[in-house]
């Protein structure tokens, strides 16, 4: 015979799980993340290249603002809007050496007048070169007659290359300023993650 066995309450034992037991334990990623470092540096490449393109671009602006918008021959008269303000100059592309002369207004006005450069400034603009031969005095912005004589010379009308010298600095500027900002953004933040990884590694579970 078989007897029944019934087993008391305090017979029985349930084994429940660790509240706190949890497989992934100690497996959470080190905060900040290193990403941050990388985003960082990428973008001071971004701001380098974007100093380097700003710096070119007022590079080449500074050249073509001073280059020479009216060209003419030797032996033409005309007719030109000059301004002070822009430090107007008279240029001149010739192959060889030769005698030139310029003559700016009708010599009534002692104001209107040509100097020689106290500095010798060239320029290159699409395949010509520009020498400066003349920097142009008038008292005010206006239209005034030049003339010129020069065999087998080109002459123009345009800036001095330091009237115009604000958009070179303004590219310099860029040059330094972005890629400097850059660099220490992303090395404070480099700084910065890596400590504060350093620390949560130390720190007791």
Not at 37 to 49: G, H, K, N, Q, Y
Not at 153 to 166: D, E, I, P, Y
Not at 169 to 188: C, N
Request: contains cysteine.
């Amino acid at each position: 015979m078989h007897e029944n066995q019934t087993s008391s309450p305090a017979d029985v034992t349930l084994r429940m799980p660790h509240p706190f037991a949890s497989p992934y334990a100690g497996s959470l990623p080190i905060r900040p993340r290193l990403l941050w470092i990388l985003l960082s540096w990428v973008l001071f490449v971004v701001l380098l290249v974007a100093g380097a393109g700003g710096f070119t671009g007022g590079l080449f602006s500074t050249l073509g603002d001073a280059a020479p918008a009216t060209i003419f021959s030797g032996g033409q008269s005309v007719t030109v809007a000059l301004n002070p303000a822009d430090k107007p100059a008279i240029y001149a592309a010739v192959d060889q050496p030769t005698d030139v002369r310029c003559q700016l207004g009708d010599g009534a006005d002692p104001r209107v007048r040509l100097t020689p450069p106290a500095v010798s400034q060239t320029l290159t603009l699409n395949g010509t070169t520009w020498e400066l031969l003349f920097e142009a005095g008038v008292p005010e912005a206006g239209t005034y007659q030049l003339s010129c004589e020069g065999d087998e010379v080109r002459f123009g009308v345009g800036k001095q290359l330091t009237g115009v010298a604000g958009l070179l600095a303004g590219g310099a500027v860029a040059l330094l300023a972005l890629p400097t900002v850059g660099f220490l953004a992303a090395l404070i933040v480099t700084v910065v993650v890596l400590a504060r990884r350093s620390a949560a590694r130390r720190r007791p579970a």
